[in-house]
């Protein structure tokens, strides 16, 4: 198959990257390794939208600005976080012309103050609905533009390069098991984070960080890669299904609500407010719990026991009865919520043309590090995803118009068939990893456990580093298989730079370097070669 | 294993790929009150045996709507239906193609690639 632009993953980046590329012009094929549309981290969003509309109180994309970077702990690009904060407004009405219902009162769109926000700044879809809508606006605009070929089920096994370009990507049709060769002038990278190498995640299975592996065996940059954003108040007890880990956060800023020990004490200073940004908060629920005052199910408690249920019904309509049909009465009982590994500030390595430092190779969305430094603030993920995706598939599209057609081999050995299936069960050391990247490499870090980490990420890299060819039908042995392999590979990156940044800085806690150090405050970049990871200051 | 010895669901699990005789496995599973039908699946995956083949993405958040099964006759989302005691009989949508186990092929048909080949533009220019 040939293209001019080559969009890898279809969440909210690859999505307006493949509309912005298609509006400059170019042919687009947008691929997914699972439904387009569906698979990824956007339609699972569930809280707010931050761009400086001024539709509440009087703002400008500069005061955005400096609270992403006043957030990000001194370690955002700072070029990266202007384009993100510059280009929101735009994006977010052209989502609202598109017909996305952010919520409004009767004169304005609706804007709520989210922590680490100097105002009113952050939109949403009521009810708990940002990422379905969003998701489902660009899929209809996607239906749309003939010159974007959408595909599904076709997972990309690693980057085509030649003469050290990116000539398009070596693909899997998962369904049939053909091998497939990408042929694209320019290819983006929009697959989203990596936390589902954690075991308390908000992520879908698709975020096993394919976009960084698939960057750093093509000869890319990563960044910053040791700040993994855990959410504080991930939902931890009791039992509730059908809902998104993070959906507290909602509640939050329309309600306030209170975060208790085990003492039943506030113990943030918020006084029902809602204000703690994500790693000062993530960390003071650590801390309780390892000081005996955890919630019995080693959390905190959130309660909204003070709102009525005409309140709450107001605020949240259907979500109530979902949640009544979970058990759950927060007129009367308290929740317990726990951090959760949610998001990846660090990334692919680009710059403001959202170009990787392998040419025609580009990034976009979460894929991307740099712009939300060492802590994100809340609403930035999805303008992120919105004004990156969209500055990327411009800038691909007009690559794509004076190059030509480059053609690719089917040489690279992504799967042969004389290789045999790893005896291993990949899905239990999958498990595995999981729990030691939680154990060791989760917010808070010392340099026994990251060795032991890197032990057990070190040890598994033989089982997993060949794949053999897939077969037809979804293989789901095959399919851990690779997930294992990209899962690994991007671990081993996060503890070796974790390990490397001997001070705590955002999401980055070390107990044996409890200070931040101006010696620090810099990026880390970490690419392969010499046979292995190599980590740059 | 402390898991083993306490409440068990029997769930019976439809196997085969297109072309072959369908067949049923059945499995005893350690499950908590409140647990799903998914979370069994995963369960078996890692515990039994990692060749069954089960198509979902959110895991937990009703979102990505992938995990549309057959849970004793009734079509349901995997993530969303309750473990219970009891033997449940799982199986394929019936009304659509079998790809293997418990998936079928649900993706919108403008967004698929032809399963017989290649697609769209020639291969070579």
Redesign the interface.
Known sequence: ???DVLVIGAGAAGMYAAIGAARAGARV?LADR???G??GAT??A?MTVAAALGEETPDHWEYHVADTLKAGRGLCEPALSQLLCEDAPECIREMDNWGVGWARDEKHIRQVQAPGHDRPRCVYVDFVNT??AVSKTLRAQLNRIPEV??????LVTDLAIHDGVCVGAHAV?V??G?V??L?AKATILATGGLTRLYARNS????MGGDGYALALRAGADLVDMEFVQFFPIGHLA????????IMWDPFRYKLGGKLLNAELQEFLNEDGRYVSVRDHATHAILEEVAAGRGTPHGGAWLSFRHCSEAELRSAFGPIIDRLAANGIDLTRQAIEVAPIAHYHMGGIRVDTDMQTGVPHLFAAGEAVGGANGANRLSGNAITEAFTFGRRAGLRAAALAAKTA?P?IGQETDRGRSDFPLSRI????EI?RLQQVMNEHVGPLRASGGLGRALEHITDLAEECEQLPAPR??????WL?LHDLRNLRLVAECIAQAALAREESRGAHQRQDFPETSERWQRHQRIRLGGGGVRLES | MAAECGLKARLRIHRGTPGTAGRFEVHEVPFEPGQTVLDALRWIRIHRDPSLAIRFSCINANACKECMINVDGRTVYACMTRLTESETTLEPLPNKTLIRDLVTEIAPPDERLRVTGSFGEPTEE
Not at chain 1, 203 to 206: Q, R, T, Y
Not at chain 1, 472 to 477: F, I, T
């Open positions: 198959m040939q293209t094929v699972s439904l387009i569906r698979g339609v699972m569930q990422g379905p070929r959408r595909v599904g089920d076709v049709h369904i049939s053909e497939l060769t042929n992520a879908s299975i698709n009791p039992r509730l299904v059908g809902m998104d880990p057609m053609l069960n990949a899905a239990a498990a037809a039908g979804l293989d789901p042995e851990d």
